[in-house]
């Protein structure tokens, strides 16, 4: 009895060893690059071809809803606009683009939540709210995709999508490949590196109840 007791707490503690990394993983992703592979999955499931994600496109996406931030309504509607100048003048030299690459952002999608969502919810619950955006994940002549995802630890959290019509990796070139890019505060899509400033909470919470977890298992072991 106190063998089958004590194996089926060594499941526990295993199955909590295999959470533990899936978890962590999880929180220190890329979930504007989630919302990229969404999107294509998107369109290839209506036959339209997989468009191209620019990093170039993704960190004005970024820049864009970071100055956003505190134009969030209660009902999660997202109360800022920026003008063609924006991009040229402050989003793109932001990023490094370089300005002879600089091609035409053709539309894009902004939404924002009070609470975190994962990116498959993000899209069908945020992004894909309307039969405009609707319309504008199916276009022809996109060629083109970015994602910027930003947020603070108790929210509201920002997405944004930019789509273009531009070359592939001819337009929206970053300098030196995005190595001068200082990136902070979210995410972008093309960008190898993970979100910095969200789901913090998520992290605190899990560490505590891991915790609690091991302690609770030790003392009835004993």
């Not at 003048?89 to 683009?97: M, S």
């Not at 924002?112 to 609707?134: G, H, T």
Request: aromatic letters at 12%; one cysteine or more; proline letters at 4%.
């Amino acid at each position: 009895m106190m063998k089958n007791k004590l194996c089926s707490y060594e499941l526990h503690f295993f199955c909590y060893l295999l959470l533990a990394p899936l978890v962590f993983s999880h929180n220190h992703g890329n979930p504007a690059n989630d919302i990229v592979d969404i999107i294509n999955k998107n369109r290839t499931d209506r036959k339209l071809p997989s468009l191209n994600d620019s990093p170039g496109l993704g960190c004005m996406a970024l820049q864009y809803v970071e100055s956003c931030k505190g134009n969030c309504s209660d009902n999660n509607v997202v109360n800022c606009k920026f003008l063609d100048d924006d991009f040229t003048e402050v989003f793109a030299p932001n990023c490094g683009v370089e300005l002879p690459t600089f091609g035409t952002i053709t539309g894009h999608i902004v939404g924002c939540q009070r609470k975190y969502l994962e990116p498959s919810l993000a899209f069908s619950q945020v992004l894909v709210m309307d039969k405009n955006s609707l319309s504008l994940l199916s276009n022809k002549s996109y060629t083109e995709v970015g994602v910027g995802f930003v947020g603070v630890h108790k929210g509201p959290f920002f997405w944004c999508v930019l789509f273009s019509d531009g070359r592939s990796n001819s337009t929206f070139v970053l300098e030196n490949r995005g190595a001068g890019i200082e990136q902070k505060k979210g995410c972008y899509s093309g960008s190898s590196t993970p979100c910095s400033g969200v789901q913090k909470n998520n992290v605190v919470f899990f560490n505590i109840f891991s915790m609690c977890y091991v302690f609770i298992l030790l003392f009835t072991l004993l």
